[in-house]
């Protein structure tokens, strides 16, 4: 039973779930994954696959574009910030020497 002590995580490699003690960061307890069901429709499997070709290649296809544009968005990012830093009215650092 979790309370403030412990908590819950979903391995993402098993995907077990694992109860985990705050305070000594150990695993107190694991339950395995249930294992997937057996393959009843060959078609319908074959035809998942097959689909799980086209999600691969969207998702190929989004990382490509976000890629294509990452410079964009960097080049936003620093000129934003380079921004906030002139604005700034925090003058020069001390340092430990100058104390």
């Known amino acids: ?8 995580i ?3 490699c098993c995907q077990a779930e694992l109860l ?3 305070g000594t960061r150990s695993i107190l307890h694991h339950k395995l994954a249930e294992a997937p069901a057996p393959i009843t429709d060959l ?19 989004r990382s490509l574009e976000a890629e294509r544009t990452r410079e964009q968005r960097m080049d936003r990012k620093f000129d934003e910030l380079l921004r906030l830093a002139k604005e700034s009215t ?10």
Do not use: H, W, Y
Not at 1 to 8: I, K
């Open 20 to 22: 985990i003690d705050v």
């Open 90 to 99: 925090a003058g020069k650092p001390v340092k430990d020497i100058d104390l």
């Open 43 to 61: 078609a319908a499997e074959v035809r998942k696959l097959r689909g799980a070709g086209a999600e691969r290649e969207q998702a190929f296809q």
């Open 10 to 12: 979903q391995c993402p």
């Open 1 to 8: 039973m979790p309370n403030q002590e412990t908590f819950s």
